[in-house]
Structures are given as structure tokens and as C-alpha cells.
């Protein structure tokens, strides 16, 4: 299971562009790069997930480069509901242990 | 549909008591696992069933009893808990390809 390190915490004002970088140099050919979002008290909520390149949806976008032992979640203009903990996670392709880290406290200020 | 709905929300429970934990998706997902999440901790994982069989015990005690009647249900038996088993109860179901796991909205379980 390929280990991640992400931040512990990030502050950013409404209406910024929000980066989170997650390191993940041990990153194995059939793992997959998934971020999710957790409230407190609520279960996590899948945001993205990708294998390569850039994947983006209406929530986000992911940004993984060629030797994808990194990756950025990306969110545009954030709100105060966005306050959440992210979790970058590495999952094997038909692979059933997912295991998480930490997790990025983000906190939106007004 | 990614729904992963847990019953009950909400859980008090004696330490002698007996009670049972719910969980149910459709989404023909056939790996199904139960994760447990302390405050301000990320959850970690308890069990995994795969094809209604249990594949992964994470040497939980034995006072948590899963159960996977069907390949839509997962169950997890509580009984003789310890207050110090008061916790969030996380079910998430997975598709395999790619390998994107839902979670429910977990049941919060104190133990008085």
C-alpha cells in the first residue's frame, strides 16, 4: 500500500482557488489517486479520483503528472461550506484495503 | 445511485446490551466493509467482505460480530461493548474497477 503525505491543515479566504497537494512517491502501476471530502460526524464523500493526466468534474479537479507521485486536488472559489477534512487516498485496482492518512483540515475564512 | 444508507443514525447502548448495526447499497457493489472513526481521527478499518465472504479482520475483538446476509446487506453485532468502543460506524461499499469506494453517513454509537 503506497503511503500518502498531505498537509495537516490549509487556511484560504472564500472565493480562492484551493490547492492540496498529496505525495505519494511509492505509487504503484495499478493504484488509483482518490481524494475524499469528510464533515464532522458524517461519512466521507467521494470528490474525484484518477489514474493519470488531469480528471475534473463538477466538484473539482485532480492534477497528476507523468510520474504520479504527487497529485493536486483542486477546488475553485471556496466557500465556507467547504470546511472539511480531505483525504487523499492510493488504491490498487481490485484491491479491497483502503487505508486512510490524516487528512488536510481546511478551514474557509469569510 | 451512490447511496450507502446506514441504520440506525444514531445508537445508545449498556455495556450488556445487545444491538445491531445496518447497512445497505444497491449499486451491486460485492465488496462491502465497516470502518471505525474516533473524533478527530481518520477512520480506520474493521472488516471487509468480498462476494458475501469476509476477507480482512483487522483483529477487531470479538465483541463485533459482522454479518453479510446478501450481496446488498452488511450487518455488524454489537454486544458486552466497552465505553471505550463509542465511535462513528462507517459502511462503504466498493466497485472493484475502477476502485472507487462510497461511504454511508456512518452511525454514531455511544456506549454508557
Known amino acids: 500500500l503506497a503511503k500518502t503525505t498531505q498537509p495537516i491543515s490549509m487556511d484560504s479566504y472564500e472565493g480562492q482557488e484551493v490547492n492540496i497537494t498529496c505525495s505519494h512517491n511509492?505509487?504503484?502501476?495499478?493504484?488509483?489517486i482518490t481524494w475524499y471530502q469528510q464533515f464532522p460526524s458524517q461519512g466521507p464523500r467521494f470528490i474525484i479520483q484518477?489514474?493519470?493526466t488531469k480528471v475534473t468534474n463538477e466538484v473539482a479537479s485532480l492534477f497528476i503528472p507523468a510520474d504520479r507521485k504527487s497529485s493536486t486536488l483542486s477546488l475553485p472559489r471556496v466557500s465556507l461550506s467547504d470546511t472539511a477534512v480531505y483525504y487523499c487516498?492510493?488504491?490498487?485496482?481490485?484491491?479491497?484495503?483502503?487505508?486512510f492518512g490524516i487528512g488536510t483540515k481546511l478551514q474557509v475564512i469569510p | 445511485d451512490t447511496e450507502v444508507t446506514q441504520t440506525p443514525k444514531h445508537l445508545v447502548m449498556g455495556m450488556t446490551n445487545k444491538k445491531s448495526l445496518k447497512c445497505e447499497q444497491h449499486m451491486g457493489h460485492r465488496a462491502m466493509y465497516w470502518y471505525k472513526q474516533k473524533a478527530k481521527k481518520p477512520p480506520e478499518l474493521m472488516f471487509v467482505?468480498?462476494?458475501?465472504?469476509?476477507?480482512i479482520n483487522e483483529s477487531v475483538p470479538s465483541r463485533f460480530s459482522p454479518e453479510c446476509p446478501n450481496s446488498s446487506l452488511l450487518n455488524l453485532h454489537l454486544h458486552a461493548l466497552q465505553p471505550e468502543d463509542s465511535a462513528l460506524y462507517l459502511c462503504?461499499?466498493?466497485?472493484?474497477?475502477?476502485?472507487?469506494?462510497?461511504f454511508g453517513q456512518g452511525t454514531r454509537l455511544t456506549v454508557v
Open positions: 487516498l492510493v488504491v490498487a485496482r481490485g484491491y479491497q484495503k483502503v487505508t
Open positions: 511509492n505509487i504503484a502501476t495499478n493504484d488509483y
Open positions: 467482505y468480498s462476494y458475501e465472504k469476509l476477507s
Open positions: 484518477g489514474y493519470k
Open positions: 462503504a461499499s466498493s466497485q472493484l474497477e475502477p476502485p472507487t469506494t462510497f
